[in-house]
């Protein structure tokens, strides 16, 4: 069976410091890799996904992604976080060549900026 | 990518009452799903609703607590049945849209339960 795991509940850091937000999977297929971020009272968007080709995949807010097959992992990462970055990130997974079977999220990871 | 608008954005409603969600998208869809996410927790699929076929519930979550309609590609409404404090949670409606893997979702309807 597939599953999410977000090493990290919690996550603060100092404005204008670097990032990086931990995803590992599991599954014994290939999968779609996404990441979403909620921000407070919101609902969910995507910030990027991973489909095929390049394993470094940009997204939107200057984050980017990288997936990793040997390590199972699609860590999220930012260079420089701002203040409004502050929101939780979720990792989810969706087996390749099921159609339009439902993504499976990790718990989420809150991060927190701090000026 | 899709546009999903859902009603009411917030309610707060008695022990007892039911409640139906309405999920509408600007385009149409095969399929959309519907999610809960209690407070401080992730996001746990309730059921898949297809238009013109009865919806598959996830383990744990029954028709009878959560019937879903799907009159229409466009449309669908979750009702919150016999409500308890239990079910305070948002609950989110989903779909497929553009690139047939990647799900989007609405804003989300705020439950409060009392």
């Known amino acids: 069976a597939q599953s999410v795991t977000q090493l990290d509940s919690q996550v603060p850091v100092f404005e204008e410091a670097p990032v990086e937000l931990r995803c590992n999977y599991s599954?014994?297929?290939?999968?779609?890799l996404f990441w979403y971020v909620q921000y407070p009272n919101q609902g969910l968007q995507l910030l990027l996904k991973?489909?095929?080709?390049?394993?470094l995949v940009k997204g939107i807010n200057g984050f980017e992604a990288e997936f990793n097959k040997s390590q199972t992992s699609f860590h999220l990462r930012k260079p420089s976080v701002h203040i409004s970055d502050t929101a939780e990130y979720f990792c989810?997974?969706?087996?390749?060549?099921?159609?339009?079977?439902?993504?499976?999220f990790g718990k989420g990871t809150r991060l927190s900026v701090i000026a | 990518s899709a546009v999903i608008s859902q009603k009411p954005s917030r309610d707060i409603c008695q022990r007892g009452t039911s409640l139906t969600i309405q999920c509408q998208v600007d385009?149409?869809?095969?399929?959309m799903f519907w999610y809960r996410q209690q407070p401080g927790q992730s996001l746990t699929l309730i059921a898949t609703?297809?238009?013109?076929?009865?919806?598959?519930?996830e383990s744990g979550f029954v028709i009878d607590k959560f019937p879903i309609s799907r009159p229409n590609l466009t449309f669908s409404t979750l009702t919150v049945s016999n409500m308890s404090p239990e079910d305070s949670s948002i609950y989110l409606c989903?779909?497929?849209?553009?690139?047939?893997?990647?799900?989007?979702f609405g804003p989300g309807t705020r439950l409060l339960v009392l």
């Open positions: 989903s779909v497929s849209a553009g690139t047939v893997e990647t799900q989007y």
């Open positions: 599954s014994s297929v290939s999968v779609y």
């Open positions: 991973y489909l095929s080709g390049s394993t």
């Open positions: 989810a997974v969706r087996f390749r060549g099921s159609g339009n079977t439902p993504l499976v």
């Open positions: 385009s149409q869809v095969t399929m």
């Open positions: 609703a297809n238009q013109g076929s009865e919806a598959t519930y």
